[in-house]
């Protein structure tokens, strides 16, 4: 039963990767910071920052709403999972990287 024994491993790996992601997740992918705890704890105009570069209102800046408020320099930067969007929490972190460096 040999086909057994690899889906067991691959079931194995597949726990261990998510558990990996579960790490790194939750600062960064959409809906793993709940926005009501992180505005509380995040600077009050970076957070206004945030809503007036996202236009839309969608929660994230994508590269045209980047553009449009003198972002384009930083959006590589602050886009920490390349999904070509910034999240309120990659936004509110990378700002603050940047604050901190200058
Ligand atoms: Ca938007
Ligand atoms: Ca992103």
Known sequence: ???Y????RGGLLGAALLTL???TGPLFGPGGFDNATLENG??????S???EADSD???VIDPTEASAAGLQ???TT??????????EAEFINGMQQLDNNQ
């Open 1 to 3: 039963m040999h086909n």
């Open 21 to 23: 992601a579960g790490c």
């Open 78 to 87: 602050l886009d920490e999972d390349r999904d070509r969007q910034i999240s």
């Open 49 to 51: 920052r945030f809503h």
């Open 42 to 47: 995040a600077p009050p105009e970076l957070v």
């Open 57 to 59: 209102g969608d929660g």
């Open 5 to 8: 024994n690899n889906a067991l």
């Open 73 to 75: 320099g930083l959006f």
